[in-house]
């Protein structure tokens, strides 16, 4: 038995949004709802899944402002999990202002990521790990039975996140992408919060940022 993976690319800003399902459980998790995650509330609903929760990789607006229609979606509304580093970027919208968009007054999370090394989803594990520097709550789901890490936006395909915005700090980007990202299997695939895909291996080789 192992977890299924559904990639939705969805929004202006092109993000990567998740379905994380569990076919023995019938469970789901959803993660970075972006913009028009009806989408994914859909799918779930199509496969008889139950969202049991929304993780954030981190508090930027493009990877949760979806929530609201994903609930509307579902009619329910799952409980979300960040870490409380990040809490106060949410609890400002973001940055959304900064972009130019406008963002509804979200539910709080109610699960803190920093106290969590993993995450139990039926047999499978989610493992989760702090990675500061986009911003200070960043966190990175890997999924050792999928061989895969969802990497939101600390690392992308050739490319490395953004630390100009408020609480990024490009030392501690370095750290988390050396000790953490790197630490993982060579053969490791990356889905970062934008663009396509990657994998440990190939950003070793051929990452110009690093
Ligand atoms: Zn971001
Ligand atoms: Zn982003």
Redesign the pocket.
């Known amino acids: 038995m192992t977890l299924l993976l559904k990639h939705f690319i969805l929004g202006s800003?092109q993000?990567n949004t998740f379905l994380l399902a569990n076919e023995a459980t019938r469970e789901a998790l959803v993660v970075d709802p972006a913009e028009g995650s009806a989408l994914v509330a859909d799918e779930a609903t199509r496969n008889g899944w139950k969202v049991t929760a929304v993780l954030l990789t981190h508090a930027?607006f493009?990877?949760f402002i979806g929530f609201p229609s994903l609930c509307t979606a579902l009619s329910y509304q799952p409980p979300i999990y960040l870490h409380e580093s990040d809490l106060p970027l949410y609890v400002n919208g973001g940055g959304a202002r900064q972009f130019g968009f406008t963002i509804p007054t979200m539910p709080l999370p109610t699960q803190d990521l920093s106290s969590k090394s993993a995450l139990n989803t039926g047999e499978e594990i989610i493992q989760v790990f702090h990675t500061p520097g986009h911003s200070p709550g960043h966190v990175i789901f890997y999924l050792p039975s999928l061989a895969t890490a969802l990497v939101g936006?600390v690392i992308f395909y050739r490319g490395i996140g953004r630390t100009d915005l408020p609480g990024g700090d490009y030392d501690q980007l370095l750290g988390s992408i050396k000790n953490v990202v790197f630490k993982l299997p060579d053969q490791t695939i990356l889905f970062p919060?934008?663009g396509p895909e990657t994998s440990v291996a190939s950003e070793q080789k051929e990452n110009p940022f690093l």
């Open positions: 800003l993000n930027h493009d990877h936006d919060g934008h």
